[in-house]
């Protein structure tokens, strides 16, 4: 018990320090890089005073430090800011110079657009690391325990070409082929949970070959510790030592690939696959978000992403460390 304590006091400590980085990282890149987002929010037709007033009351032509403590300021208190662009009705402010266009009460609550979009996410994570964990954990033990063998080639050969195919083009294939051609299963937008099943498919190829190459050569260097020859000179089976032993040791290198590429999915693949199915998750309200240049929702993503990739970590280095206690983190 004390050991879990310590452990989750240390890395939650620096998780927050992380997270900070990340965050003021994030929020200084968004200021630097060229364009003004009051232009976007007001219409290129706006003056300059308008837009250099606007700005002001936002809060934009403060010094960067000074913005950002404000921001965070109001972080530890739950309150993400709003939207830019997005109407509290649900529609876009963009290039409208109403005088109550950029009043709180106005404007989208960030968590709120979060909230709505998170599940669908998570539904599509859940759903893609599942279909790869069924894929791909027989084929990585296959190849691990014959080693050299032609299910080792063959698993080799299959995670090569899956870990080539670029999830752009594969969505847009299985769109024709599966949902256009076949009529098997919907692609575009959202109705029920079918709908996440296609892009689903494009993340597990796209994180099978990972899985199944990090648990073939676990499974292959397992085999290879003096630990099973003494397992087997004391009468325990092969298929005992396998189970028992070789598979609970190669677990721990899977698990901190999946700790690394479970935040991958929601960084990345996640964020390209939902824009491509027009899936209504995180993703694709980062893309529009980035597309409009809307602060307040860029760093509200980024946050929980970060937060997310810190709390994924800090349970699969707690899990390895109760299978393995020799580990140190």
Not at 14 to 41: E, N, S, W, Y
Not at 182 to 211: F, M
Request: net charge positive.
């Amino acid at each position: 018990m004390l050991f879990a304590i310590d452990f989750f006091i240390r890395r939650l400590a620096q998780g927050l320090v992380i997270v900070m980085a990340v965050a003021l990282l994030i929020f200084t890149l968004l200021r630097v890089v060229p364009g003004d987002p009051v232009r976007l929010m007001l219409g290129p037709m706006v003056s300059a005073s308008v837009a250099e007033q606007t700005a002001k009351e936002l809060g934009l032509r403060d010094p960067i430090i000074v913005q950002f403590g404000r921001y965070m300021a109001h972080v530890f208190q739950g309150d993400f800011g709003h939207s830019f662009v997005r109407s509290a009705q649900g529609g876009s402010t963009g290039g409208s110079r109403g005088e109550n266009t950029f009043a709180a009460n106005n404007r989208a609550s960030v968590i709120e657009l979060i909230a709505a979009t998170a599940p669908y996410s998570a539904l599509l994570a859940a759903l893609a690391f599942l279909i790869s964990l069924v894929i791909a954990v027989p084929i990585g033990i296959w190849a691990g325990l014959n080693a050299g063998r032609w299910p080792d080639r063959f698993a080799l050969y299959l995670s090569s070409i899956m870990i080539s195919l670029p999830n752009v083009w594969l969505g847009l294939v299985f769109i024709f082929l599966i949902s256009a051609k076949a009529g098997w299963l919907p692609a575009i937008g959202y109705q029920n949970w079918t709908y996440a099943i296609l892009p689903a498919l494009v993340l597990a190829v796209e994180l099978s070959p990972i899985i199944i190459r990090s648990l073939s050569v676990s499974v292959s260097t397992n085999l290879m510790e003096p630990y099973v020859a003494v397992g087997q000179i004391r009468g325990l089976s092969r298929f005992r030592m396998i189970a028992a032993h070789v598979l609970r040791n190669s677990s721990i290198p899977l698990l901190n690939m999946l700790g690394i590429q479970a935040v991958g999915l929601l960084l990345g693949g996640l964020f390209v696959v939902e824009y491509l199915f027009n899936y209504p998750g995180m993703g694709l309200l980062m893309i529009n978000a980035v597309f409009q240049r809307d602060f307040p929702i860029i760093q509200a993503i980024a946050i929980f992403s970060c937060g997310a990739l810190v709390g994924v970590n800090i349970l699969v280095d707690f899990v390895s460390t109760t299978i393995d206690r020799r580990l140190q983190y």
